[in-house]
T-cell receptor
C-alpha cells in the first residue's frame, strides 16, 4: 500500500524553540491528515489538507501540503509544554476510508 | 471523546485464551476501525467496517476476528491470544461519506498477554 515516511522519529527542544515534522510519500496523495497523541492518550484529529500547495494555520501550528502532493509538514512556532506528544501524519485510501499512518514524531520539551 | 468508548481499559490474560475488546460509538458513524499501536510501528490497521455486517481486513488481521451486527458496536476478538498481540488497541469511527472525514478515537485498551 501507499506508505508515508515521517521524520524525525524523535525531537527534543527547549521550550520556546520551533519544531517541524515532515511526512513524505513516493506517490501522489489525495489528502493528508494530521493527528496529535498526548502521552498515555489517544490520537486526536488536528487538520486535513487536500489541495496542492495548501497551507493552513491553527494558532502556532502551520500545516503545509506540497505542490506535488507527495509531502507535508507541520511546524510549531515557539513550542510550549502543552505541545508535548506524538504527531502523526496519515492519508486516506480513497474509496475505503482507511487511514495509513506515518510512524509519528515524538516531541519532548525541556521547560 | 465521550462518543466512542472502549472496554476494558486494561486487560491481562494468558496465551491461548480468547479475549474480546469492546467498542461502542454513539454518533451513528458508518465507518469503524481497529488499530494496534506498538513502539516502532505506529498505528496499524487490523480490521475496519464500512457499515453493519460489512467488514474488511486491514494491514495486520491475522489472529483477530471482528463482527458488526449493529452500527454502534464493533467488537474485536483475539481467538487464541499470543504474546505478540500484547499491545495498545484503539477503536475509531468516522462519518465516512466519501469526503475524507476525520477519525475519532477511543481511549484505548492496554492488553498484556503473559
Amino acid at each position: 500500500g501507499q506508505q508515508v515516511m515521517q521524520i524525525p522519529q524523535y525531537q527534543h527542544v527547549q521550550e520556546g524553540e520551533d519544531f517541524t515534522t515532515y511526512c513524505n510519500s513516493s506517490t501522489t496523495l489525495s489528502n493528508i491528515q494530521w493527528y496529535k497523541q498526548r502521552p498515555g492518550g489517544h490520537p486526536v484529529f488536528l487538520i486535513q489538507l487536500v489541495k496542492s500547495g495548501e497551507v493552513k494555520k491553527q494558532k502556532r501550528l502551520t500545516f503545509q501540503f506540497g505542490e506535488a502532493k507527495k509531502n507535508s509538514s507541520l511546524h510549531i512556532t515557539a513550542t510550549q509544554t502543552t505541545d508535548v506528544g506524538t504527531y502523526f501524519c496519515a492519508h486516506i485510501i480513497q474509496g475505503a476510508q482507511k487511514l495509513v499512518f506515518g510512524q509519528g514524531t515524538r516531541l519532548t520539551i525541556n521547560p | 471523546d465521550a462518543g466512542i468508548t472502549q472496554s476494558p481499559r486494561y486487560k491481562i490474560t494468558e496465551t491461548g485464551r480468547q479475549v474480546t475488546l469492546m467498542c461502542h460509538q454513539t454518533w451513528s458513524h458508518s465507518y469503524m476501525f481497529w488499530y494496534r499501536q506498538d513502539l516502532g510501528h505506529g498505528l496499524r490497521l487490523i480490521y475496519y467496517s464500512a457499515a453493519a455486517d460489512i467488514t474488511d481486513k486491514g494491514e495486520v488481521p491475522d489472529g483477530y476476528v471482528v463482527s458488526r451486527s449493529k452500527t454502534e458496536n464493533f467488537p474485536l476478538t483475539l481467538e487464541s491470544a499470543t504474546r505478540s498481540q500484547t499491545s495498545v488497541y484503539f477503536c475509531a469511527s468516522s462519518g465516512g461519506t466519501g469526503s475524507n472525514q476525520p477519525q475519532h478515537f477511543g481511549d484505548g485498551t492496554r492488553l498484556s498477554i503473559l
